[in-house]
């Protein structure tokens, strides 16, 4: 299994960045999948999940209608398209393949939004 992150990077307040992970080593199209970030010092925290077919998605109410996650199961690979950052989405964002049994997980992007 491996799960590689792309798309973070530097951005203002306000700004737009749109993360992907790419996928492989498994059944992509079998697997509910999450996005994850981790601010320094603190605990990482789930930001969007999306169901394994990408019919249904859940989000934390930090970043409700503000960010989407997307599945694209030909391309193996799930997005976060994420708008109007704030400060506070200064974080690693990480990728997962959930599953009860062991979730695997990629090895992250960082984001920084500052002016």
């Known amino acids: 299994v491996q799960l590689v992150e792309s798309g973070g990077g530097l951005v203002q307040p306000g700004g737009s960045l749109r993360l992907s992970c790419a996928a492989s080593?498994?059944?992509?199209?079998?697997?509910?999948m999450r996005w994850y970030r981790q601010a320094p010092g603190k605990e990482r925290d789930l930001v969007a999940a999306?169901?394994?077919?990408?019919?249904?998605?859940n989000y934390a109410d930090s970043v409700k209608s503000r960010f989407t996650i997307s599945k694209d199961n030909t391309k193996n690979t799930v997005y976060q398209q994420m708008n109007n950052l704030k400060p506070e989405g200064t974080a690693v964002y990480y990728c997962?393949?959930?599953?009860?049994?062991?979730?695997?997980w990629g090895q992250g992007t960082q984001v920084t939004v500052s002016p």
């Open positions: 080593g498994f059944t992509f199209s079998s697997y509910d």
């Open positions: 999306i169901t394994s077919s990408g019919s249904n998605t």
């Open positions: 997962q393949r959930w599953s009860l049994v062991r979730p695997y």
